[in-house]
């Protein structure tokens, strides 16, 4: 059972468009949620996160938004350059639990 | 600055031979954590650990074991390597202190020929 979903798989944009990556869950429990963006060769890194008491988060050019009655999550990377051009993850948090599910992630080309 | 570092960050085991991948982290964590990373799956958690002395199963445990015999450090042992546990295995460390975020490693890739 995948718990967090992620699309799509593979995502082309030109340089200067604003890239959206989508993200749902199942679990009610979760309230934490995490992007991170990983480069080849190099393990993930934090980006930017939002807990479900809020429905917008931004940082930089980049955004997540939240819904909670639908259970879906979508993160907006503004005005992307070729240096965004990364896998990236979803991943979720919740009921007490200290533990992560990461989606399967979204391979990201900026084309220049 | 705080960090995770993984060792060795390459590896070729032989099947059937024993495996053991360590890490360590200066971030004053409690919280551990071991993942594989495969195409088409994304990160899935074999073992994580609340602090020194302490391990819990995560999604995929079957094949591997853990030990965490210090706030620094928590390791995969691998007791039979078998091909299919080829992949990269991320380290990760974490806190609720710290809003559940958590800080992984660079990898190490494992080949079992």
């Known amino acids: 059972q995948q718990q967090v979903r992620q699309s799509p798989q593979s995502l082309t944009v030109w340089e200067g468009e604003t890239a959206i990556l989508n993200c749902s869950y199942e679990?009610?429990?979760?309230?934490?949620f995490p992007w991170y963006q990983q480069f080849p060769g190099e393990g993930p890194a934090l980006l930017i996160a939002?807990?479900?008491?809020?429905d917008k988060k931004e940082d930089g050019g980049f955004t997540i938004f939240f819904n909670k009655r639908e259970k879906n999550l979508s993160l907006h990377i503004k005005d992307s350059q070729p240096g965004d051009s990364a896998t990236y993850f979803c991943?979720?948090?919740?009921?007490?639990?200290?533990?992560?599910?990461f989606g399967k992630g979204t391979q990201l080309i900026i084309q220049p | 600055e705080a960090a995770v570092t993984q060792s060795p960050r390459n590896k070729v085991a032989v099947t059937g031979g024993k495996v053991t991948l360590s890490c360590n982290q200066t971030?004053?964590?409690?919280?551990m954590y071991w993942y594989r990373q495969d195409t088409g799956h994304g990160l899935r958690l074999i073992h994580y650990?609340?602090?020194?002395?302490?391990?819990e199963k995560g999604d995929i445990p079957d094949g591997y074991k853990a030990s965490r015999p210090s706030q620094e450090n928590f390791s995969l042992i691998l007791e039979l390597a078998t091909p299919s546990q080829t992949s990269v295995y991320f380290c990760?460390?974490?806190?609720?202190?710290?809003?559940?975020?958590?800080?992984f490693g660079p990898g190490t890739r494992l080949t079992v020929l």
């Open positions: 679990n009610s429990a979760f309230d934490y």
């Open positions: 939002i807990r479900s008491v809020s």
């Open positions: 990760a460390s974490g806190d609720r202190d710290w809003g559940y975020e958590q800080y």
């Open positions: 650990s609340y602090g020194a002395g302490s391990t």
């Open positions: 971030n004053n964590h409690n919280n």
């Open positions: 991943a979720a948090s919740g009921g007490g639990a200290d533990r992560l599910t």
